[in-house]
């Protein structure tokens, strides 16, 4: 099993729709989740972080999480072309060694087109 | 503030080269990440540095070496270069308290 699963893409979705990315993780104790946008050619940018259960809204852009499920997701309101990209979820992982500090697992992406 | 800077920005290697991938941050941050990105397979963990001083191996940490040369400063290092190894190099860093990784705009190596 993926530490991280997205749902496959690609995803269409017309312009002013709402656009739904999925995620599930396998890691119950992971803590910290958060969503990043990447252009074709450009590197991840973060949009969204999520700590806790329940949803959380930043602009266009709600993340929801629900740690007993293991999912978390991202809506697009209102979705432009210029939202077309690849969306990649992200989940903390702590080190086992106390040095170790966290890192992140991501999933694999999923691409999204919003068509004018 | 840059945030994360990387040098350089493309790169062509011939199989059996050698080069360094140079990282830096001005966000104070503790703990910083090179990944590799191949299409297809995401974002991959190559090395990271939970604090100056100390190193990890990641997902795919072999034909690789890094080395955390100060708080700022991060490097990746191959040291004979292979074909398996062309691919998009990210390097990230990240603040303890919230684990959110900003990332750098990214090196194209290409190994022929």
């Known amino acids: 099993q993926k530490e991280v699963e997205q749902n496959s893409g690609p995803l269409s979705v017309p312009e002013g729709a709402i656009a739904s990315l999925n995620c599930t993780y396998s890691d119950r104790g992971s803590q910290s989740f958060f969503w990043y946008r990447q252009y074709s050619g450009k590197s991840p940018e973060l949009i969204m972080s999520?700590?806790?259960?329940g949803d959380k809204e930043d602009g266009r852009f709600t993340a929801q999480l629900n740690k007993a499920s293991q999912y978390v997701s991202l809506l697009i309101r209102d979705s432009q072309p210029s939202d077309s990209a690849t969306y990649l979820c992200a989940v903390n992982i702590v080190g086992r060694r106390e040095t170790s500090g966290s890192r992140l697992t991501f999933g694999e992406g999923t691409q999204l087109t919003v068509n004018p | 503030n840059a945030g994360v800077t990387q040098t350089p920005k493309f790169q062509v290697l011939k199989t059996g080269q050698s080069m360094t991938l140079q990282c830096a941050q001005d966000m104070n941050h503790n703990s910083m990440y090179w990944y590799r990105q191949d299409p297809g397979m995401g974002l991959r963990l190559i090395y990271y540095?939970?604090?100056?001083?100390?190193?990890d191996k990641g997902e795919v940490p072999n034909g690789y070496n890094v080395s955390r040369l100060n708080k700022r400063e991060f490097s990746l290092r191959l040291e004979s270069a292979a074909p398996s190894q062309t691919s998009v190099y990210f390097c990230a860093s990240s603040a303890r308290e919230t684990y959110e990784q900003y990332f750098g705009p990214g090196t194209r190596l290409t190994v022929t």
């Open positions: 540095s939970a604090s100056e001083g100390t190193t």
């Open positions: 999520i700590y806790s259960n």
